[in-house]
């Protein structure tokens, strides 16, 4: 496996870590800021749409080999996505078969738990960013006597998007000329842009039909060789890369209807039962999609391979009755269908498109799968067909990597060990010297590295069954005696690993295979333990919040003593209570609280704030810091350094150690 990360060293091992991942094919579609793209050219850094409904960071990209069994699901409008048996969608379990369900309970959904009728969920973007004017530049050709100079900036209201969408539907651009081609009968249309085109950038068309006799076609043409530039570099430059400037999506739905207006008009057309757009561009398919959705329309999206001359083509069809007619209404069609809305069909709620599994196949596959680890708090990313979203140990490796990257840490100097679970998967995901030891003991395995090497950067990683239930005495220890080291708690609530029982940080209530009923034992409160038993760095992330987390561990990795970073890591396969939405309302940032991390009594009362407010109220950041001596410092063979670097007593020496302590 390849984790590509931005490091100066490369930290990563290529080794395929067990965490359930969300693995497609790559050339599944992610929807990208500012496009749509295969996820195997999508870059760390760039921005792709969340199930949230917002563009966020990819903090990595993942790929591995993969050979097996994979799943092919297909929704109700959107098509189909082959994931890896373990691939997590987020959505919605039916709960009555042929009916609708009243409430949308969404989840995270392994490909291979989906049955026929369960729901996808598709975001729709819902931000709202308006402009009031488009700046318009160009190179001023002081040769080009012939091109009238154009306005330095135009407003952006509904007659400038429907030229945009009459252009990027029927227009192209050849050198000086700018030409709309049109059916020789849309004399409405061709009027139109004659009129849009004199009021906005006070150029005059003229329409010819100069090409064949047979030929129905008509063209308005406009000469200028600076709006043909601001033309081609605003909506593309050829029909295959036609986009929408990606400002437009977010404008409000009010002059998006300005744009839909343009483009239907021009490459769409209204039909008895449907109506239907085709466009030869990707980008611009899943851009009309995302268009309609904020119209509250739901298209189906139909991918037409290439054949014979015919490039591949994508039709987007509107079916439903009520959508048909608010299309019509959009775009200034008469004609309207009456009818009831498709049964069975998508449903739109809270922002987001609820589609209904209507096929899982399943396939054999060798080859790459490819995930993205979002720098977002629900770790999610959208393809063309739904939202996948990733075990939360994905974000900490990618928290873990940001903060060797920037501290720029040896790693040929570095250990990291772990005990076992899911998260005890860390060593093998890194390029540093590891260690994959026993469950529960990775505190005495990293202190005897520690002790032997003092210039070793130690890092634990484990879950929290490992380190706070069978490995919590060690944790004790660990901390009072202040060893100098990092340990990360990957806090998922549950075991992983051994596929979902009540662990140590399970709230009372919690119901799993160990505990059918609901857990009836307090849960554990690592931090107020750990500040307790003389840890000198207490700190607790999320992993939906990479930024903080990583500068978390920074600090600890900086810190001189025992350092503790608890980190709530969403299981989203096993824990269905803890979820990365459910943690998002409640937590808040100490370092935004004004906290005192040098108070250990107030630390304390932060520690145990989340199970005092009955969980309403979690706080994450830095608790508690102390300076004092480590392990090293104090121990009396230790302090003049590792043993290994200090000489061998003689034999004279020995003997009087042995008399002085007789
Ligand atoms: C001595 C011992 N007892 C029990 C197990 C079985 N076991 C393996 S992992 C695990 C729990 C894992 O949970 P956690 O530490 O929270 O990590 P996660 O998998 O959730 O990341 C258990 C009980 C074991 N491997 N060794
Ligand atoms: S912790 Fe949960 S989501 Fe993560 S790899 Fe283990 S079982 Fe999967």
Redesign the pocket.
Same mark, same amino acid.
């Given at each position: 496996m390849v984790i590509e990360a931005k490091a100066k060293q490369v930290y990563a091992s290529g080794v395929k870590p067990i965490w359930c991942p969300g693995c497609v094919l790559g050339e599944t579609l992610v929807i990208s800021n500012p496009s749509a793209k295969q996820i195997q050219e999508v870059e760390i850094g760039e921005k792709v749409l969340t199930a949230e409904g917002v563009y966020k960071k990819v903090a990595a990209k993942i790929v591995h080999h993969h050979a097996g069994l994979m799943y092919k699901v297909r929704v109700k409008s959107f098509g189909a996505i082959s994931a890896t048996p373990e691939h997590p969608f987020v959505g919605v379990k039916r709960i009555r078969k042929r009916k609708h369900n009243q409430v949308f309970l969404e989840q995270k959904i392994e490909a291979s738990h989906l049955s026929k009728g369960d729901y996808l969920v598709f975001p729709i973007m819902g931000e709202i960013r308006d402009m009031t004017a488009l700046p318009i530049s160009y190179t001023v050709k002081e040769k080009d006597t012939r091109s009238k100079s154009l306005p330095a900036e135009v407003d952006v209201d509904e007659d400038l998007l429907r030229l945009a969408g009459y252009y990027i539907a029927e227009g192209s651009v050849h050198r000086r000329e700018i030409i709309f081609s049109f059916n020789k009968n849309e004399t409405e249309f061709m009027e139109d842009v004659k009129s849009l085109m004199k009021k906005i950038f006070g150029l005059d068309g003229k329409v010819t039909t100069r090409k064949r006799e047979d030929y129905n076609g008509a063209d308005v043409v406009f000469n200028s060789s600076y709006l043909s530039e601001v033309f081609e570099k605003m909506f593309g430059e050829s029909a295959e890369t036609k986009h929408i400037p990606h400002e437009f999506m977010f404008l409000p739905i009010e002059k998006q209807a300005g744009l839909l207006r343009g483009m239907w008009r021009g490459d769409g057309c209204f039909m008895k039962a449907k109506a239907q757009y085709v466009t030869i561009s990707m980008v611009l398919a899943e851009q009309v999609k995302m268009l309609l959705l904020r119209q509250e329309i739901v298209p189906i999206m139909h991918a037409e391979e290439e054949h014979g001359m015919h490039k591949k083509a994508y039709r987007i069809y509107v079916s439903d009755c009520e959508d048909y007619n608010k299309l019509a209404e959009i775009v200034g069609v008469e004609g309207r269908r009456n009818g009831r809305s498709v049964s069975g069909s998508s449903i739109i709620k809270n922002g987001r498109v609820y589609l209904p599994v209507s096929g899982i196949e399943t396939f054999q596959y060798s080859g790459p799968v490819y995930d993205l680890t979002m720098d977002s708090q629900d770790h999610t990313f959208v393809t063309n067909v739904t939202a996948s979203g990733n075990c939360g140990?994905f974000g900490v490796f990618a928290a873990i990597t940001k903060a060797l990257t920037e501290l720029n840490v040896d790693k040929s100097n570095t250990m990291i060990v772990s /005990?076992?679970?899911?998260?005890?998967?860390m060593p093998q995901t890194f390029s540093t010297y590891g260690m994959h030891s026993?469950?529960?003991r990775l505190l005495p395995v990293a202190s005897g590295a520690r002790l032997a090497n003092h210039d070793l950067t130690v890092i634990g990683t484990?879950?929290?069954?490992?380190?706070?239930?069978?490995g919590v005495g060690h944790l004790i220890h660990t901390a009072r005696r202040n060893i100098n080291m990092t340990y990360i708690v990957?806090?998922?609530?549950?075991? /992983?690993?051994?596929t979902g029982?009540t662990?140590p940080t399970a709230m009372m209530g919690h119901k799993t295979k160990s505990t059918p009923f609901g857990a009836i034992e307090m849960p554990i409160s690592p931090l107020a333990l750990a500040i307790s038993a003389g840890a000198s760095y207490v700190a607790r992330g999320f992993s939906g919040d990479i930024a903080q987390l990583s500068s978390l561990i920074k600090g600890a990795i900086e810190h001189k003593g025992f350092s503790l970073v608890d980190v709530f890591?969403p299981?989203v396969t096993?824990n269905h209570d803890n979820t990365y939405e459910w943690f998002r309302p409640r937590i808040y940032k100490l370092d935004e609280a004004n906290h005192d991390t040098s108070n250990l009594v107030l630390a304390l009362g932060k520690a145990v704030e989340d199970a005092q407010t009955n969980w309403e109220k979690i706080p994450t950041g830095l608790f508690y810091k102390n300076e004092r001596p480590t392990y090293e410092d104090l121990d009396i063979a230790l302090k003049n350094g590792p043993l290994v670097k200090q000489p061998l007593p003689g034999k004279e020496q020995v003997l009087k150690i042995l008399e002085e302590n007789r």
């Open positions: 140990d /005990g076992i679970g899911c998260s005890s998967a026993l469950h529960g484990g879950g929290d069954g490992d380190g706070y239930g069978i990957m806090d998922n609530e549950t075991y /992983g690993l051994t029982q662990s890591s299981c096993f």
